[in-house]
């Protein structure tokens, strides 16, 4: 199944590249490899894809440009290839984000899946007592929003095939990676098993229980189901003012529940 994102962009599995459009910008992905995520792996030493996965920031309608580097907002799309990484399904090696000059905090993430299955696993902080911990299954045209400060990664949870994404961030945006790596992981490492995925706590972090949701959406950031997060970007330049400037949203944020 493929959800239109919203603008004229293509994933090319085969070369792990996208396709832009003529009225798409974008630039050459960046390619992640294996030797760069392995710190973060439950075994570093293992063998996967040599390109776990490819990310493509600062993507969209050329129309659009000006509005969004005015705005500080920036999207980005991402592609996971199929596989393993071990015993783990491909992943990203999880991080927080780092706090912005332009708001002078850390800043959220809002997720749209394109084509395939994910988890965006997420835990309260990457100090050694996590808090609370999230994994959360979402399907093409499902969003999921990572609250600020808030260490994540991404699952492709089918490792059948690859999957493709998109996702709203600051345009500033910048990567701690310094605490997750120092635990060597998240709280939690995925493991692919028969009939889905299973989580294995990181004995480097404290005692935590990990819940395991759908994804749900977002209706209390005024985000609406059905409706590429693109489109609903284009119908209302102010919506994603809570990606850029999370101090907006701050009631909301602390009630949040991913």
Known sequence: MWFDPGFDI????????????PDTFGPMPERRHLDDIRQSLRDPCCTGPEIPYIVSMD??????????????????????????????????????????????????????????????????????????????????GQVVVVP??????????????????????VRDYGFDYADVRRHGGLAYFPEVRTGGL????????????LILREARGAEELGLTSGMSIYEQYER???????????????????????
């Not at 293509?10 to 459009?21: K, Q």
């Not at 990203?92 to 984000?97: L, M, R």
């Open 10 to 21: 293509e994933p090319d599995y085969r070369a792990m590249t996208f396709r832009y459009g």
């Open 59 to 140: 993507v969209g309608r050329k129309a659009d440009r000006t509005d969004l580097i005015g705005r500080n907002l920036l999207y980005g799309a991402m592609i996971y290839a199929g596989g393993t990484l071990g015993s783990e399904p491909v992943r990203s090696q999880g991080h927080v984000h780092a706090v912005s000059v332009s708001c002078g905090c850390s800043t959220p993430e809002v997720y749209e899946i394109w084509d395939g299955e994910a988890v965006i696993y997420m835990q309260e902080s990457a100090q050694d007592q996590p808090g609370s911990c999230y994994a959360v299954h979402a399907k093409p």
């Open 148 to 169: 600020p400060a808030w260490a994540h990664c991404t699952v492709n949870a089918d490792p059948s095939r690859p999957m493709a994404f998109g996702a709203w961030c």
């Open 198 to 209: 299973s989580w294995v706590h990181n004995d480097a972090y404290e005692p935590s229980s």
């Open 236 to 258: 209302d330049h102010e919506l994603f003012r809570f990606v850029t400037d999370p101090q907006t949203a701050r009631d909301i944020w602390a009630v949040h529940k991913p």
